[in-house]
Nanobody, 121 residues
Framework: QVHLVESGGGLVQAGGSLRLSCTASGRTFSNSAMGWFRQAPGKERLFVGAINWSGTDTYYRDSVKGRFTISRDNAKNTVYLQMNSLKPEDTAVYYC??????????????WGLGTQVTVSS
């Protein structure tokens, strides 16, 4: 069993920054790629980005490229989502998820409960 706990969400003005953290329990964290997703009210959950098991490869949706950065610290079982130049349209609940593979492109089998990010204009 894997438990994922997100933290770091909050209210920020447009143009500001937040760093989300996702801490995992279990020994398989360092063997798995990790992903970040978000879901705005009334909308479907969207892929934000992902990082491979070693942190050497990342992938982002177009709308966050250049603004968001995913990193990880396997010694701390934690993955991060650094969000800069935030926009009101980034407002959503952000979720981390564990991939079924060590590299990008896999499916996700464990999910956190999410953390709210609200960007005011």
């Amino acid at each position: 069993q894997v438990h994922l706990v997100e933290s770091g969400g909050g209210l920020v003005q447009a143009g500001g920054s937040l760093r989300l953290s996702c801490t995992a329990s279990g020994r398989t964290f360092s063997n798995s790629a990790m992903g970040w997703f978000r879901q705005a009210p009334g909308k479907e959950r969207l892929f934000v980005g992902a990082i491979n098991w070693s942190g050497t490869d990342t992938y982002y949706r177009d709308s966050v490229k250049g603004r968001f950065t995913i990193s990880r610290d396997n010694a701390k079982n934690t993955v991060y989502l650094q969000m800069n130049s935030l926009k009101p349209e980034d407002t959503a609940v952000y979720y981390c998820a564990r991939s079924t593979t060590p590299n990008l492109g896999g499916e996700y089998d464990y999910w956190g409960l999410g953390t709210q990010v609200t960007v005011s204009s």
